[in-house]
């Protein structure tokens, strides 16, 4: 898993000034706009894409099964004679809701976990890391097909598997950032007055991961659309007729021979998404001053 620190140079400014600087930064980054561009790019289609296809995703019709892109239809058509480009405009609405639920659900519990364990310390923070560890090395595909065979492949339960599971990596890297600041003067003297651990965490130290919990947000975003994708393919994830990327390879894998348009534009839209993340993530993260190639302690 790839962890995140804060680079001990980084500037301590205020919240607003901090923000605009890191803003500057963003844009100097030919990377981070190209990734931030395409990203803006695929969440307004998810959101528009009912009142932009130009056909109708779920219509079959079998006199235009597996039709070559033309001018009726850009993208071609599948074996269903369905609209490729409509489908693909309305695959990603269903991946970027379940996995954006699932990334705040995993952000959410894995980093107030993190930062009490980081706080807290002692035993309770050794023997629940060694449970952490144990977690982590699971499979995760192996780990999210057994909950939801056991289970159902509803989407509350698809949000709440993956935010569990996604959310144990973020508990190592915020407890990690969270160490960084547990003995400073501030947090010191809040002990003092007497505050309680909760409103130290919440008060003190959040805050301070808050930069390395949005970048960690983004990058788990982008594994779990990748989780997600690989779910539907597998017949685990978006339930037919659904439209959705993973599953639209899978339907038309078996025809890449004489029709790949049907697998080659879904997995464009799933890979720009991906990678248009992975850059977005990328550029933050040294917009704000972190280093994603060391791992915490």
Same mark, same amino acid.
């Given at each position: 898993?790839?962890? %995140?620190?804060?680079?001990?140079?980084?500037?301590?400014?205020?919240?607003?000034?901090?923000? #605009?600087?890191?803003?500057?930064?963003? #844009?100097?980054?030919?990377?981070?706009?190209?990734?931030l561009s395409?990203? !803006?790019?695929?969440?307004?289609?998810?959101?528009?894409?009912?009142?932009?296809?130009?056909?109708?995703?779920? &219509?079959?019709?079998?006199?235009?099964?597996?039709?070559?892109?033309?001018?009726?239809?850009?993208?071609?058509?599948?074996?269903?004679?369905?609209?490729?480009?409509?489908?693909?405009?309305?695959?990603?609405?269903?991946?970027?809701?379940?996995?954006?639920?699932?990334?705040?659900?995993?952000?959410?519990? /894995?980093?107030?976990?993190?930062?009490?364990?980081?706080?807290?310390? /002692?035993?309770?923070?050794?023997?629940?890391?060694?449970? !952490?560890?144990?977690?982590?090395?699971?499979?995760?595909?192996?780990?999210?097909?057994?909950? %939801?065979?056991?289970?159902?492949?509803?989407?509350?339960?698809?949000?709440?598997?993956? /935010?569990?599971?996604?959310? %144990?990596?973020?508990?190592?890297?915020? #407890?990690?950032?969270?160490?960084?600041?547990?003995?400073?003067?501030?947090?010191?003297?809040?002990?003092?007055r007497g505050?309680?651990?909760?409103?130290?965490?919440?008060?003190?130290?959040?805050?301070?991961?808050?930069?390395?919990?949005?970048?960690?947000?983004?990058?788990?975003?982008?594994?779990?659309?990748?989780?997600?994708?690989?779910?539907?393919?597998?017949?685990?994830?978006?339930?037919?007729?659904?439209?959705?990327?993973?599953?639209?390879?899978?339907?038309? #894998?078996g025809m890449?021979? !004489?029709?790949?348009?049907?697998? !080659?534009?879904?997995?464009?839209?799933?890979?720009?998404?991906?990678?248009?993340?992975?850059?977005?993530?990328?550029? &933050?993260?040294?917009?704000?001053?972190?280093?994603?190639?060391?791992?915490?302690?």
């Amino acid at each position: 898993m790839t962890a %995140i620190t804060m680079d001990m140079n980084t500037p301590v400014t205020k919240p607003a000034s901090r923000w #605009r600087q890191v803003w500057s930064n963003l #844009r100097r980054s030919p990377s981070g706009m190209i990734g931030l561009s395409v990203l !803006i790019f695929h969440l307004l289609l998810a959101l528009l894409a009912p009142w932009l296809a130009p056909h109708d995703w779920t &219509l079959q019709n079998g006199y235009q099964i597996l039709q070559a892109p033309s001018e009726a239809f850009w993208f071609g058509t599948d074996h269903m004679g369905r609209d490729l480009l409509s489908r693909t405009m309305m695959g990603g609405r269903e991946a970027i809701t379940v996995t954006m639920l699932g990334t705040l659900l995993a952000v959410s519990w /894995g980093g107030l976990v993190g930062m009490t364990l980081g706080f807290v310390g /002692g035993r309770t923070d050794a023997w629940l890391m060694r449970v !952490i560890d144990a977690l982590l090395a699971i499979p995760w595909l192996l780990f999210l097909l057994l909950v %939801i065979a056991l289970v159902g492949q509803q989407t509350w339960t698809l949000v709440l598997t993956l /935010g569990f599971f996604f959310g %144990i990596a973020v508990v190592r890297v915020v #407890r990690g950032a969270t160490l960084e600041y547990v003995p400073r003067d501030f947090v010191l003297a809040a002990r003092t007055r007497g505050e309680s651990r909760l409103t130290i965490v919440v008060r003190e130290l959040l805050p301070n991961v808050l930069d390395a919990l949005l970048v960690e947000a983004a990058m788990r975003w982008a594994w779990m659309l990748l989780a997600f994708s690989s779910l539907s393919f597998l017949g685990f994830g978006v339930v037919p007729p659904t439209p959705d990327w993973g599953l639209m390879i899978a339907d038309s #894998r078996g025809m890449i021979s !004489i029709a790949p348009w049907a697998v !080659i534009f879904p997995a464009l839209a799933l890979s720009t998404l991906i990678i248009s993340i992975n850059l977005t993530a990328d550029a &933050l993260a040294k917009a704000i001053g972190l280093d994603r190639a060391k791992a915490p302690v």
